[in-house]
């Protein structure tokens, strides 16, 4: 092991020549990735990569199933592992298909909803004056308004036919919190010397954004859009529960389906609402696995007490 520090240490020969380089151990990023996500970051990450193969090939690989009279709301079996539901369609393939909608409406929401906040708070905390006052009093209104309520109002009244309008939809009444965390974050860093020093020099606003705050608060931004997946993923499932969401059969369609057909009741046909249940909890799970293990990777300090 010495030898090992040694050769780390004493640099290259004087005489110039490349050295003896054989001894020193490859490194292997895989393995130190899971050793720094340990094994619940591991876990859902690897879950998350898994939901996202499953469903990409239920959405593009399988076809709707059709309906089977003689199969309605039947319990699980060899042939439908997870039961039917009440056209007699069956419950695992719907599953697997309807994982791509939610996935992408969280991807596009919680990039979206960052995006803004990104924006809007680097630009209030390094601007400062009156462009920070006037950006400040717009997030504290927007914090005021009932958001979930005002989203049902809109959904009612205008048609939302696609995952990606709807994600722009909850992204736009979902930015606020994260902008007033993204400008407390940007105030502590605009009086760092290297801003400073940046600023002396004259260099162009949007260049000194891009190439010291971005960075700087890139950590944060990843896990803040972590946690706004699972909050845009609530928002879809409440909207799908009041049968706002005209799409197709996502998890959250397919719970508000099997409710409204009273499958809590029925015990055959109860595999119909408890299957996007839980895949909906799974999803939930890994995310938060994945933010958890993620927010310790940034802040080392987060791990003391363990």
């Known amino acids: 092991m010495n030898d090992l520090v040694d050769r780390h240490t004493a640099g290259p020969p004087a005489d110039g020549s490349p050295g003896d380089h054989t001894a020193v151990p490859r490194r292997r990023p895989v393995r130190g990735w899971i050793r720094r996500l340990g094994f619940g970051g591991t876990f859902g990450v690897t879950g998350l990569l898994a939901l996202v193969l499953t469903c990409a090939y239920g959405r593009f690989g399988l076809e709707v199933p059709s309906t089977d009279l003689n199969a309605i709301a039947q319990a699980p079996s060899a042939d439908h592992p997870i039961g039917t539901d009440f056209v007699g369609r069956d419950n695992l393939v719907l599953l697997i298909r309807g994982g791509w909608d939610m996935l992408e409406l969280a991807f596009v929401a919680g990039t979206l909803m960052s995006a803004i906040a990104v924006a809007v708070g680097l630009l209030g905390a390094f601007a400062g004056g009156v462009v920070d006052r006037v950006l400040v009093t717009v997030t504290d209104v927007w914090l005021t308004v009932p958001r979930f309520i005002l989203l049902l109002v809109i959904a009612s009244l205008f048609r939302v036919g696609s995952t990606v309008a709807l994600a722009v939809l909850i992204a736009l009444f979902g930015w606020p919190y994260l902008a007033r965390q993204i400008r407390s974050q940007a105030l502590s860093l605009r009086s760092r010397e290297y801003v400073e020093s940046a600023r002396l020099l004259q ?102 007490g363990r």
Not at 215 to 221: E, K, N
Not at 229 to 255: C, R
């Open 203 to 304: 260099l162009r606003t949007v260049h000194i954004m891009v190439r010291y705050l971005v960075p700087a608060v890139a950590p944060f931004v990843v896990i803040a859009t972590i946690q706004a997946m699972t909050s845009a993923i609530y928002q879809q499932v409440g909207l799908a529960f009041f049968g706002l969401v005209p799409l197709e059969d996502n998890w959250g369609v397919l719970f508000s389906v099997a409710y409204g057909q009273n499958a809590l009741y029925l015990p055959a046909a109860a595999w119909s609402m408890l299957a996007p249940v839980a895949a909906i909890c799974f999803l939930q799970f890994c995310l938060v696995l994945a933010s958890r293990s993620l927010e310790e990777v940034f802040d080392p300090r987060l791990r003391g």
